[in-house]
């Protein structure tokens, strides 16, 4: 069986909570030994010299019976968690093992330079007396974690605000306590026309409560697949105004074990079916679904750069190619309800920037669009891809920060953003449509950009194609509001595809951030005669 977005999101929040029992209430698997980051980090190297060893998978013909049903009835008590007792600023809780996570992943408690690992125990959940969890050995391990919010907060239990779960994915709620996007220790080989995509998986976590108000919670992860090893630490902060979404600042080391056709660092994954254009909007009675909407680039260079989603008819890869990029992320800008219409809120989904702390040196960032028919695929992928081969034997150490908010911390305040993409048949209104010409009308908003616009002068409008013809191109202030919406038609024959580059100027300089859209025939609704 498959596992899905939507399902890994609904069996995460199945994970409910209990009541009050002694503070030490779970069992130490091994006596305390040890622990530094930087000893994790030499593990993980020298593990790359070695075979990979597959994970350990306790007893596969219990747990691949534990099935959605079976593992949302397993719930951690959280009256058995760590740090619920006042020892910690936020309590830890483990997910299960189960039908779509089948290995053994070990948890560590950090005090004082010492990790204590936690034994899986039966009594540490609520199950059903028959549930044939019971029958798992005690050496099984967890699936994941989630962190809760504070035991003095009116969220706490029912709130968790960090999860790491599947593979090496984790992912946060935003300032609106949403969770939505994912992103991920590292992607390897992901749409590769000769070879399947790989998933190394985090297998050993150690956790540690620091008291830090700037990082109360510290994570470190071994990293482990058949091509790659790693050692990643996680700094948390979730501050007591939550307004201020999740935070994260990631340091990590990564080890080659043989050589990789597409290595992409610092990943984020999300979905998008389809947003005011595409062409699988005439499929749902919703007038937008996605979990976000765009990429946001911001260049080495200082150029502010937005590129919408597209729900592609194939796979598609786009490289946006710098040297040292002060960030980039996938954003959910359309916070309207009225625009998705849909009780699992949208529009309250969180935006996730990367903020690179370590220079980057060369290379791209790269863009995965895969086309999916429904909402439960995560089908966009953006990450970093150094210039060079990644070779086996490579290392490659990141420094960054991650901020899942509502809107990207660094916004360009003396330009405008883009709000809307809109697409639809070119020509004159009342006159014969041409065939094979589009048209294409872009808003852009940011009161303080737009009231500077003196009355009575127009933006220019610039734009570009790399195919086909512009014309018609047009600029006008959308009534009521500081809106500003550019309008062109495209002429292009149905098997081309135009990279589409377009910004509004005023007096030479820009106005706007920089709009970037892949044109294809097919990724668009069918128009009648056309």
Known sequence: MTITRRNLLAQTALVAMAGA?????????????????????????????????????????VTAVIDYQTWGEIRFRTDRAPYSKGDGAYPVTFFHLGQYFQNRVRMFLVKDGQASEVAYDPELFDMPADSIARKLPRDAGFAGFRLQEAVYSPDWPTQ???????????????????????????VIDAAMPDRPEEF????????????????????????????ITGAFRFRLQRGMERTKGVNMEIESAMFLRRDVARLGLMPITSMFWYGEYGRERPFDWRPEVHDSDGLALWTGSGERIWRPLINPTGTQVAAFGDENPRGFGLLQRDRNFDHYRDGVFYDRRPCLW?????????????????????????????????????????????????????????????????????????????????????????????????????????????????AGR?????????????????????????????????????????????????????????????
């Open 160 to 186: 968790d605000w960090v999860a790491f779960l599947g593979a090496s994915y984790f992912r946060a709620i935003g300032a609106s306590g949403q969770y939505g996007l994912s992103a991920r220790g590292v």
């Open 354 to 466: 990367v903020e690179p702390i370590a220079p980057l040196g060369r290379g791209a960032v790269q863009l995965l669009e895969i086309p999916t028919n429904d909402e439960i695929h995560d089908n966009i992928g953006a990450f970093w891809v150094p210039e060079g081969p990644a070779k086996a034997g490579n290392r490659y150490d990141l420094h960054y920060r991650v901020f899942w908010q509502d809107n990207e911390p660094y916004p360009a305040t003396n330009i405008a953003q883009t709000v809307s993409t809109r697409v639809g048949r070119g020509g004159q209104p009342g006159l014969p449509r041409p065939p094979g010409v589009y048209k294409v009308a872009v808003e852009f908003d940011r009161p303080e950009v737009m009231t500077r616009i003196p009355y009575g002068v127009f933006p220019k409008v610039e734009v570009t194609t790399s």
């Open 470 to 530: 512009i014309g018609g191109t047009l600029v006008e202030p959308v009534p009521n509001g500081n809106v500003w919406r550019a309008i062109f038609d495209l002429e292009l024959p149905p098997e081309q595809m135009a990279e589409l580059r377009m910004y509004l100027s005023l007096e030479g300089g820009p106005l706007t951030e920089t709009w970037l859209y892949q044109f294809r025939q097919g990724n668009l609704i069918p128009v009648a005669g056309q």
């Open 200 to 227: 190394p998986a985090f297998t050993e976590f150690y956790i540690e409560e620091t008291g830090d108000s700037e990082a109360p919670v510290t994570v470190c992860a071994l990293l482990d697949g058949p091509s």
């Open 21 to 61: 029992l002694p503070r030490m209430a779970f069992a130490q698997a091994t006596a305390p030994q040890p622990f530094r980051f930087e000893e994790l980090t030499a593990r993980a190297e020298a593990m790359a010299r070695a075979e990979y060893q597959a994970p350990y998978r306790p007893m596969p013909e």
